[in-house]
C-alpha cells in the first residue's frame, strides 16, 4: 500500500510517521503534487498555528492539491481544522471541505483549563474509523481550538461542552485527537483508516 504523508510546517508529521512503521506501512513524506495525487491513502497531520499553516499551504498550492484528493484523506489535530470553512486561530480561511467553522474553547469555570490537553473518551462513534469499538474508549488531545458539532461529526468528546472529535465527508476523514499518540485504540484506528 501506497501511504502519503503530506510535508508542510507541521509538528507531528514524525511520530505519525513511526505510527505507521509500527503497523508496518513504510510512509513517504512528501509535498509532491504527483506522488500525492498518486497515494493510496493520504495523512494530513498538523500541530501548528492555523492563520501561518493556512498561508504555507497556499503559497505552494497545497491547499488546492488537498481539496482535489478522491483517496481516502486524514486529517489529525490541525489538520482537521484547516479541512473546515473558517478558524478563530488568526481569523483564517481554511480547506472548506467541511463546512463548519472552528471556535476557540472558552472556559466556563475556573477548573476549565485551555488547552484541552490529555485523555479524554470518545463517545456516538459512527464510522468504519472506529470499527471494532465496543465501548467507550480514551484517546490523547492537544488543543484550544475545537470544531462544533456539524452533520459531519462521526465522533464526540465533551471538555466544557460536547465537540467533534472527529469528521467524516466523502473520502475525507479528520480527528481531533492524536491517534498517533493514542496508544492500541490509535493504532486501531490508523489501521481502519488503512483499511478503508
Request: glycine share 6%.
Amino acid at each position: 500500500m501506497n501511504v502519503a504523508i503530506i510535508k508542510y510546517n507541521a509538528g507531528n508529521i514524525r511520530s505519525v510517521d513511526y505510527a505507521l512503521r509500527r503497523l508496518g506501512v513504510e510512509a513517504v513524506i512528501t509535498d509532491d503534487k504527483a506522488v500525492l495525487l498518486a497515494a493510496d491513502k493520504v495523512i494530513f497531520p498538523g500541530v501548528g498555528e492555523a492563520a501561518t499553516t493556512m498561508d504555507y499551504l497556499r503559497a505552494g498550492g497545497l491547499d488546492t492539491l488537498i481539496r482535489s484528493l478522491r483517496q481516502p484523506v486524514l486529517g489529525i489535530c490541525l489538520g482537521m481544522q484547516l479541512m473546515c470553512r473558517h478558524s478563530e486561530e488568526g481569523d483564517a480561511d481554511c480547506l472548506d471541505i467541511f463546512d463548519v467553522d472552528v471556535k476557540r474553547f472558552v472556559p466556563r469555570r475556573h477548573e476549565d483549563k485551555v488547552p484541552h490537553i490529555g485523555w479524554n473518551t470518545l463517545t456516538d462513534t459512527r464510522s468504519a474509523l472506529f470499527d471494532g469499538f465496543t465501548r467507550e474508549e480514551y484517546v490523547y488531545f492537544v488543543h484550544s481550538f475545537y470544531v462544533p458539532m456539524h452533520e459531519s461529526t462521526i465522533a464526540v468528546t465533551d471538555y466544557i461542552h460536547p465537540f467533534s472529535a472527529a469528521l467524516h465527508k466523502d473520502n475525507f476523514y479528520a480527528t481531533q485527537f492524536h491517534p498517533e499518540k493514542s496508544g492500541r485504540v490509535g493504532e486501531r484506528i490508523l489501521q481502519n483508516f488503512l483499511s478503508l
